[in-house]
């Protein structure tokens, strides 16, 4: 099913807890070398679906390939080809951040010298040089969470999940990341990632899925699910009560809001739309404009019929 330039496809995966299905009938493909961002709200089945993929937990139904094996089949191939970053942290804080390298790179079974080299390059890469011989105890959020993903590639792994990777960090370090993501995949790497931040998925993925009640719901690219959403309008600040009321009369569909001295007309994102108003405007009438078009919360909450959530995921069962 997986062709070369697919890191992951997955055909009616399907996986229940007690009678509940979590995961009901996905199907998805992500091509390699991409960042693909699955949104959805808490219990939305995310989790769920990353396990499967990376070989945690038995599908009930469906037909996954990851790195071009079968994720049921060919488990410990999948292993061994991908790497795994999950909610929580996996560093041990008893040892310190060259240690915790050292440790993961043990297990991978790398020959002393080449875990050297890769231990090295991969503190310096993640700006953790200077604190490399401190137990990791003392680092803060944000270290821990790259000593984290720095773990994940100690064995050099082609595609990566990172499962709500940002979770907990303050905005500064959560775009220290960003910027690790996006070099990982400028140097090839393909990214799965899981995230209730928007803003996260509308700056790193390529496309993304929104999951919800276990069905992916909408799949596209972040300008393709923002269309979906209708709602966009432009609004004209004039220069007095006149000038509004002159200006809802000669645009079709526009109203106004006289305390604030606005008319605010539809709008549907598209330049012409904008070029046709501003030539049936008098530059006398109006002071001001501003053009406002749906957002990925918008889109989310058309969806899923709720609102971005207001804090990070806690989903863990599901």
């Not at 799949?219 to 699910?225: Q, V």
Request: charged share 25%.
């Amino acid at each position: 099913m997986t062709t070369r330039s697919s890191a992951i496809e997955v055909a009616g995966l399907r996986k229940s807890y007690g009678g509940h299905e979590v995961v009901a009938g996905v199907d998805l493909t992500v091509p390699a070398g991409s960042v693909y961002a699955l949104l959805g709200p808490n219990g939305a089945g995310k989790t769920t679906t990353v396990r499967i993929l990376s070989t945690l937990l038995p599908a009930d139904a469906g037909e996954a390939r990851v790195a071009g094996y079968d994720v049921c089949r060919e488990a410990d191939q999948v292993r061994a080809a991908i790497g795994v970053t999950g909610q929580f942290s996996a560093v041990d804080e008893l040892l310190t951040g060259r240690e915790n390298l050292r440790l993961m790179a043990d297990l991978g079974h790398l020959d002393r010298r080449r875990a050297g080299r890769v231990v090295e390059r991969l503190l310096e890469r993640f700006d953790l040089v200077d604190a490399a011989d401190r137990r990791t105890v003392t680092y803060s959020g944000g270290m821990k969470r790259r000593l984290d993903l720095a773990m994940t590639l100690v064995a050099g792994p082609r595609l990566i999940f990172l499962d709500e990777p940002t979770t907990g960090l303050d905005p500064r370090s959560r775009r220290e990341l960003w910027q690790i993501v996006r070099e990982l995949v400028a140097d090839g790497v393909t990214v799965f990632l899981t995230t209730q931040y928007l803003e996260e998925a509308d700056q790193l993925a390529d496309r993304i899925g929104v999951l919800d009640g276990g069905r992916l719901v909408a799949e596209g690219t972040a300008a393709e699910l923002k269309r979906l959403v209708p709602g966009g309008r432009i609004e004209l600040r004039a220069a007095d009560g006149e000038r509004v009321a002159e200006l809802v009369r000669q645009l079709p569909g526009a109203s106004a809001n006289s305390e604030a001295l606005t008319v605010i007309l539809p709008h549907d994102g598209s330049l012409a739309a904008l070029r046709r108003l501003l030539d049936a405007v008098d530059d006398t009438s109006v002071v001001g404009l501003a053009v406002h078009t749906p957002d990925l919360d918008d889109a989310f909450l058309a969806l899923t019929g709720r609102p971005t959530p207001d804090r990070p995921s806690e989903e863990v069962a599901v």
